[in-house]
């Protein structure tokens, strides 16, 4: 599985981005894709994760209420919509793909990446 990340930027606090991730290959019934996160010498941290038929999503507790997490089978692509944004969502942000989206939350379960796309929000 290929995977295309876009549509980071800069924006002040309590701004919102939209990512998107286009992925291209054989795509399983189980599996899932995901976002990750990874800030300036800080461990590659789970943001949000959905299973193949969009039916089942999964946050951290940290971005609840304000990430969410969306796909277009047809189109072969998955959103993050991230409003409120705040200094600490500060990161390169990671789309990646699981064969078996139950209880993916760690990057050792994901498969495939795509290249980052860097958040940046100004305080």
């Known amino acids: 599985v290929q995977l295309q990340a876009s549509g980071g930027g800069k924006v002040p606090a309590g701004g919102s981005l939209r990512l998107s991730c286009e992925f291209s290959?054989?795509?399983?019934?189980?599996?899932?894709m995901g976002w990750f996160r990874q800030a300036p010498g800080k461990e590659r941290e789970f943001v949000a994760a959905i299973n193949w038929s969009g039916s089942t999503t999964d946050y951290v507790d940290s971005v609840k209420g304000r990430f969410t997490i969306s796909r277009d089978n047809a189109k072969n692509t998955v959103h993050l919509q991230m409003n409120t944004l705040k200094p600490e969502d500060t990161a390169v942000y990671y789309c990646?793909?699981?064969?078996?989206?139950?209880?993916?939350?760690?990057?050792?379960?994901?498969?495939?990446w795509g290249q980052g796309t860097q958040v940046t929000v100004s305080s």
């Open positions: 990646a793909y699981t064969r078996s989206y139950f209880g993916a939350t760690q990057p050792y379960d994901y498969a495939s």
């Open positions: 290959g054989r795509i399983l019934s189980t599996s899932g």
